[in-house]
């Protein structure tokens, strides 16, 4: 099955500073990677996502890059705010006859300190 | 907007006992997933179900079980609740359609004493 590695499992940084956090998948047959943002106490929501025919795809002050044959995407967030301050997770979908199957990286913590 | 509810935000059961979780999608998704969530282990797969009656085991689900009788509800159900099964509980729908997001309920922590 696939295997998502995320990396750092911790980062803080100065309001208004990027943040860029890296993963890295086994399966080449993944072709989905959406990445979630977790509140303290919420639940998980979508923040970006990126199909496997994409390079980089922005939205305001995010952006997710892809890189296919090296199997690995990165998340990266400018000016960054105190509100940024959550879990990320990224993800990998490989789509199976039976369906999506998500695999998850162990999430990265982001703290901005104002 | 899709909704993804379960059923209780918080549990305490005791050890031995069989504890069901119950989760509820209102947009006709044919995926619904049940994940684990522990500090340093992210989201980790118990059981996911691709249609009514159906169901695949994930990356660690010894202890538990499910049922999905309607696609709506997707059940997960600890046969003797132990005490490493203490953790938070997220459920999860999607469609079947390829490249689709997930969509998470609000989470169940469940302690077992």
């Known amino acids: 099955g696939e295997n998502v590695e995320q990396h750092p499992s911790t980062l803080s940084v100065q309001e208004g500073d990027s943040a860029v956090i890296k993963c890295t998948y086994s399966?080449?047959?993944?072709?989905?990677f959406p990445w979630y943002k977790q509140e303290l106490g919420k639940r998980p929501q979508l923040i970006i996502d990126i199909r496997s025919n994409v390079g980089e795809k922005k939205d305001q002050r995010i952006a997710v890059t892809l890189n296919k044959t090296a199997k690995h995407f990165s998340l990266h967030i400018t000016e960054t705010q105190p509100e940024d301050s959550a879990v990320y997770f990224c993800a990998a979908i490989t789509s199976w006859n039976t369906g999506n199957q998500f695999y998850f990286g162990t999430g990265t913590s982001l703290t901005v300190i104002p | 907007d899709v909704k993804v509810t379960q059923s209780s935000r918080y549990l305490v059961k005791r050890t031995g006992e069989k504890v069901f979780l119950e989760c509820v999608q209102d947009m006709d998704h044919e995926n619904m997933f049940w994940y684990r969530q522990d500090p340093g282990l992210g989201l980790r797969l118990i059981y996911f179900?691709?249609?009514?009656?159906?169901?695949e085991k994930g990356d660690i689900p010894e202890g538990y079980s499910v049922s999905r009788e309607k696609k709506e509800r997707f059940s997960l159900i600890l046969e003797s609740a132990s005490t490493n099964q203490t953790s938070m509980y997220l459920c999860a729908s999607s469609l079947g359609t390829l490249n689709t997001e997930a969509f998470f309920g609000q989470g169940t922590r469940l302690t077992v004493v």
């Open positions: 399966d080449s047959a993944s072709n989905y």
């Open positions: 179900s691709y249609d009514v009656k159906m169901k």
